[in-house]
């Protein structure tokens, strides 16, 4: 028996979702019938094109706001922009990210700047604009994506580490503190996602390495995750459509762990 979510006409913003893993869940939303906001970078007639495509094959009005998630003023204007496009905000989900990789003593200050800024410090300058709005309606849904790298370490991600470990705490303090509101806060916390980004690394690392993309997958990408298989967009899918429902309505301050296995070593 399929299950009625009962999500249809809810309105969600999801930053970084023009492309990865956040199209992916803005896609799921609009399939379940709940309006979205797009944002993120990217060449615009593909965002348009991809805006439509979403828009065509659901039951969802489908919008873009082009904030920059390293500038406050243009974070709460993607908020109100909802507000101003539906009527109201139901659903926020904190996934804008980016990555540099590199030793703490060479790292790039501009780099961590910047990492820092499209990875916390967003999540806090959204979640801070959307939280008079969902309490005023008595109920809303906060979902960041943090990573398993927000519970545990890797060599040469400390900023990327440290961004999403700030996520997590970050999603606990606000559950706590909203706990009596009708708002949940809740991290989902993926191992690796099979992005174009990852598909890109594989076949690098197998040409530099001179091995086959399935040991570079094996040994390489996937050597912290047991079941040595990427974690697909519709695992995030299904966890955020719980978590955004009714029946996620005691799950808050929790951070959801979909990593094949990686945090449990």
Known sequence: MAVDYKLEGHVAVITGSTSGIGQALATALAEQGVNVILNGFGDPAKIEADRLAIQAKTNAAVRYHGADMTKREEIADLIAYAVKEFGRLDIL???????????????????????????????????????????????????????????????FKAPYVAAKFGVVGFTKACAVELARTGITVNAICPGYVKTPLIEAQVIDQAKTRGIPEDRVIEDVILAAQPNKTFVEYSHLAGQLIYLVSDQGASAT????????GWTAT
């Open 253 to 260: 301050g929790a951070a959801f762990v979909i990593d094949g």
């Open 93 to 155: 989900v904190n996934n804008a990210g980016i990555q540099h990789v590199e030793a703490v003593e060479t790292y790039p200050e501009e780099k961590w700047d910047a990492l820092i800024a499209v990875i916390l410090s967003s999540t806090f300058h959204a979640t801070k604009a959307a939280i008079p709005i969902m309490k005023a309606q008595g109920r809303g849904r906060i979902v960041n994506i943090a990573s398993a790298h927000g519970l545990v370490a890797s060599a």
